[in-house]
């Protein structure tokens, strides 16, 4: 099944058609107020998440479907500058690795406190080479 918006074909699984319409009608009521923007795509991920979590869809699938309706309503929606930033996103993977690390986090699968103490003790064991560091180039 192929959804046209602005002329731009989406392909969708036939089976997935009505969740994709629906998601999509979702999503754009939740986002009447709302400028679609590199601002506000964290708001977009969320509620199509969101939505996309009560249905059928599992897996590779449901995160397949995020991307497909928020690259709809972005084409649909989103101011001619932000459309091409967000457009940009959409297609090196950005909002996807978004969407997997928010997956990672709500799977306890991502420890923050340990990101943060790591990176902690990477920067005090590095402060002082990168200062001496500095210190011989200004000698020189």
Do not use: H, W
């Not at 995160?63 to 649909?76: D, G, P, R, T, Y």
């Not at 991502?110 to 005090?124: D, G, K, P, Y």
């Amino acid at each position: 099944m192929m959804n046209s918006v602005k002329g731009i074909e989406i392909e969708i699984p036939d089976e997935d058609g009505i969740i994709f319409n629906d998601a999509l009608k979702y999503l754009k009521d939740k986002c009447k107020n709302i400028t679609i923007s590199t601002n506000t795509i964290n708001l977009l991920i969320q509620y199509i998440m969101e939505y996309i979590e009560n249905t059928e869809l599992k897996g590779e699938k449901q995160k397949n479907m995020c991307i497909k309706v928020i690259e709809a309503l972005v084409l649909e929606l989103a101011p001619p500058q932000e459309q091409l930033i967000l457009e940009k996103m959409l297609n090196d993977g950005t909002i996807s690795n978004l969407i997997e690390l928010i997956v990672s986090v709500s799977k306890g699968e991502l420890n923050i406190n340990q990101v943060a103490e790591t990176t902690s003790r990477c920067v005090l064991l590095c402060i002082p080479y990168l200062f001496s560091k500095k210190n011989k180039t200004i000698k020189q």
